[in-house]
């Protein structure tokens, strides 16, 4: 039994066990096992990182292989054969296997500090909408609050309207805060008169007018 190497079309180098066998006056080679391949890349730069981890491939599949005919080779075969692939392909030595740690260490390092910044900084991002929700919140509840009491003095100026007591003239100051139409609209329908309306924004005195109509309106 021999090694034989063979060129792969992808540039892979390839190692198979084979054995030859005499038929008919000729010599034919029977193949064995198939026990490893290797890039061409990684045997161009065999003590680089992509090349010792090349090797470390290559030996993986080739020990497994040869442990798996161990019932079928002896010894000396499988020394002959071990010697045969690290003439080509080098054994891992314990320091590059030592680096090989070194490097898959400082990969995965990296990679979950990575991960841990991504996601702080989401937990962050988070937090400041939580932030921005609750000050948006907090200006919410004051406009309500200020709201609740508006619409209960107007509802208790309806109710007195209702009554039949004529009231006095209410006054509503910037027209850009679009609740006051509202309000103005529910004393309109309760029977109040607007008199006059002022706008210092042109574009609002036309819509005021057209919802809330009655009065005059001045610029």
Known sequence: MFVRWRQRPSGRLSARLVENQRADDRV?????????????????????IAGIKGRRAFWATANATLARLSNRIDVAADGAARAALHARVPMVTPDEL?????????????????QSDGAHDIVAARQRLIEAAQRALADDQAIAAADDVRAAAAKARLERARAGEIL??????????????????LLRRAGAELAASHAAENGLAKPFAERVPGGETRR
């Open 98 to 114: 030592a680096l090989l740690a070194l490097d898959e260490a400082e990969h995965d390092a990296a990679l979950w500090q990575h």
């Open 28 to 48: 034919l080679q029977q193949h064995i096992a198939e026990l490893g391949a290797i890039a061409g890349e990684a045997l161009a730069q065999p003590h680089e």
């Open 168 to 185: 006095e003239p209410t006054f509503a100051i910037g027209l850009d805060h679009f609740h006051i139409w509202g309000q103005l609209e």
